[in-house]
């Protein structure tokens, strides 16, 4: 992904989202987006991402840089969700 956009996308449970190759300074904007239904927003988000590669039935997970997974202190670093 290279400032992907995805717009009006909806994910499906335990959907892989694989940004390890992801450049620097390269974000990947979610907008108007959900998870099952559920609108993706800043608010609710670390409901609908899993912190790891293992998904609860309502989640996705989102696989970062060197193994690690979309949490709350690297989002900024490539997600904006709109």
């Given at each position: 992904y290279?400032?992907?956009l995805?717009?009006?996308?909806?994910?499906?449970?335990k959907f892989?989202i694989d940004?390890?190759s992801?450049?620097?300074?390269?974000?990947v904007?979610?907008?108007n987006c959900?998870?099952?239904?559920?609108k993706?927003?800043?608010?609710n988000?670390?409901?609908?991402?899993a912190p790891?590669s293992?998904?609860?039935?309502?989640q996705?997970?989102?696989?970062?840089k060197d193994?690690?997974?979309?949490t709350?202190?690297?989002?900024?670093?490539?997600i904006i969700?709109?």
């Open positions: 290279v400032n992907t995805f717009d009006g996308c909806d994910f499906c449970s892989y940004l390890s992801l450049g620097d300074n390269q974000k904007t979610l907008k959900t998870v099952n239904g559920v993706l927003t800043t608010q988000w670390t409901s609908l991402i790891e293992t998904c609860s039935d309502d996705i997970s989102i696989e970062l193994g690690t997974y979309l709350a202190a690297n989002l900024a670093d490539y969700i709109e």
